[in-house]
Structure formats: C-alpha cells, structure tokens
T-cell receptor
Framework: AQSVTQLGSHVSVSEGALVLLRCNYS??????LFWYVQYPNQGLQLLLK??????LVKGINGFEAEFKKSETSFHLTKPSAHMSDAAEYFC????????????????FGQGTILTVHP | GAVVSQHPSRVICKSGTSVKIECRSL??????MFWYRQFPKKSLMLMAT?????????EQGVEKDKFLINHASLTLSTLTVTSAHPEDSSFYIC????????????FGPGTRLTVT
C-alpha cells in the first residue's frame, strides 16, 4: 500500500523567494512519484515526475524535485516564486511495475496551497 | 497532445434526478480512465477505474449503483450520478491513461456538480 504526506496545508512566500513544498511517501515497492498543480476550478496539470534514473528531476515553470529514497521524500522546489505560482499542489505516488488493478493507480497527498505575496 | 475534456464543466440538478458527466480523450486512445471526487479543500479521492469494454472497478465505499460508469469506447467514459442528493455535490475529475504499459494519467478540467 502507498501513502503520501504533504507537510503544511498552506505555504506562504514572497515573490522572488524560494518555494519549498514537502512530500514524504510510504511505499512497500519502488515508487513512481509525481507533482501536480491545480488552479481554482480546474483539473490537475503535471509539473514533473520521477520514475527511474536521475533523482533530481526538472519540470515545467522552473520547478524541480529530488527523490531521496533514504528519506522517503520528494520535495518540490523553485528558486524564485512568481505570482502565477499561486495554486494548490499535490504530490502523488503509484507503485512501479505493479500489475492488475493496482497498475497506475495514484495515491494523492492532502495538497498544499501556495500563496505568493507581492 | 494528451488532452482530456469533460462535459459539462458545471451542472446544477434537482434532488432525485440523474446527471451524466462525459470524459473524452481528444488525441489519444485511453484504455483506462479513472474517476475522482474532490471535496472542498480536500485531496482527490479515487472512485473507480474503468477499462474500455469491461466493467468498472470501484473503490471501497463507493456505491456502484449510484455512480454508474461506462467506458464504451477508447475515447469516451461516462459517469452517471443516479438519484442525486445534495451530499453528492462535489467536483468530479476524470483522468485517462493510454496504451497498456504506460502509467501516466492525463486529467480533465473537472465538472462541478451542485444538487439542489
């Protein structure tokens, strides 16, 4: 079974400041990890993903995340926040190489609302 | 590429009526579609997984007779909320996954259902 914990339901930063959104996961098998962004009344847009290979992954809009197996973490960062980054962010996990009905099923964290102040 | 649409984007219906929500993959064939429900200020809860041409697999606690899912073609899945009640009011989001062997899901824009 998988679970995802996002520390901090709300994060507030100033424009130009570092953005750090925390995600820890629990998985009995190697995971694939994702970060999604959701703007009000819209669906989810994929920011980035980790499957295999390089543990530091870069996504859209200047975001990146690092898979740290020893810490079971996949924190999302952006060096300099922009007003347009204000949204809700979800971390998600799916078991790698799972078969049957578990294949590709995403387990989401609770979400973190990012507010960016001028 | 990989665009998923939902229709309608918003719907208001009266208690006791049924409402159908469509999810379409516009530029790829979706062998699997997922239906999620999102409560206000909450995360996404997976309701069911549907594979084209077969019955949907519902998550524990989801009433299959209330939330009817049909995945009749490789580009269309529908969710019908039967005998809707105010507590069914929510944001419903679908996602679609392509051919077997791929894991990435593409999400629709969501449907806001309000039952009065």
């Amino acid at each position: 079974a998988q679970s995802v914990t996002q520390l901090g339901s709300h994060v507030s930063v100033s424009e130009g400041a570092l953005v750090l959104l925390r995600c820890n996961y629990s998985s009995s098998v190697p995971p694939y990890l994702f970060w999604y962004v959701q703007y009000p009344n819209q669906g989810l847009q994929l920011l980035l993903k980790y499957t295999t290979g390089a543990t530091l992954v870069k996504g859209i809009n200047g975001f990146e995340a690092e898979f740290k197996k020893s810490e079971t973490s996949f924190h999302l960062t952006k060096p300099s926040a922009h007003m347009s980054d204000a949204a809700e962010y979800f971390c998600a996990v799916t078991p790698a190489n799972a078969g049957g009905t578990s294949y590709g099923k995403l387990t989401f964290g609770q979400g973190t609302i990012l507010t960016v102040h001028p | 590429g990989a665009v998923v649409s939902q229709h309608p984007s918003r719907v208001i219906c009266k208690s006791g009526t049924s409402v159908k929500i469509e999810c379409r993959s516009l530029d790829f064939q979706a062998t699997t579609m997922f239906w999620y429900r999102q409560f206000p200020k909450k995360s996404l809860m997976l309701m069911a997984t549907s594979n084209e041409g077969s019955k949907a697999t519902y998550e524990q606690g989801v009433e299959k007779d209330k939330f009817l899912i049909n995945h009749a073609s490789l580009t269309l899945s529908t969710l019908t909320v039967t005998s809707a009640h105010p507590e069914d009011s929510s944001f419903y989001i679908c996602s679609a996954r392509g051919a077997s062997g791929t894991y990435e899901q593409y999400f629709g824009p969501g449907t806001r259902l309000t039952v009065t």
